[in-house]
Each structure stands twice: as structure tokens, then as C-alpha cells.
């Protein structure tokens, strides 16, 4: 369940991806997601797509 994959994340993790919804585009680059998040998001992305919230559909994207 969603709220299952949500609730496992770390607050670094969960505070990205509701950032993620300000993203005016259908993909966002690690540079993109920094910039909204303010920080290096390396970790995050990588949580967010190991938990099946975000999927890298190309290299960096």
C-alpha cells in the first residue's frame, strides 16, 4: 500500500517527495530535486526509488 511505502521512509525521504509535487514537469534531475529541497538529495532519490515512489525511467532522470 501506498501509505505503507510512505510511512517507511526516512524524514529526509518523505520531505523530499512531498517537495517532488512542486515539480512542474513529468521527470525531475538530482539537480532539480536539490535545488527544491535545498540539499543533496542523492540518498532520497535512491530511498524513493528502492521504496517504489519514484521511478528512474533513464539515467539521472
Not at 17 to 43: I, K, M, Q, T, Y
Not at 46 to 59: G, I, K, V, Y
Request: net charge positive; proline share 8%.
Amino acid at each position: 500500500m501506498f501509505s505503507w511505502s510512505y510511512q517507511s521512509l526516512s524524514t529526509e525521504a518523505a520531505r523530499l517527495f512531498r517537495l517532488l509535487a512542486l515539480h512542474p514537469g513529468p521527470d525531475v534531475s538530482p539537480g532539480a530535486a536539490a535545488a527544491l529541497a535545498g540539499e543533496p538529495v542523492r540518498r532520497a532519490l535512491n530511498e524513493l526509488t528502492r521504496a517504489s515512489l519514484l521511478t528512474e525511467h533513464a539515467p539521472g532522470r
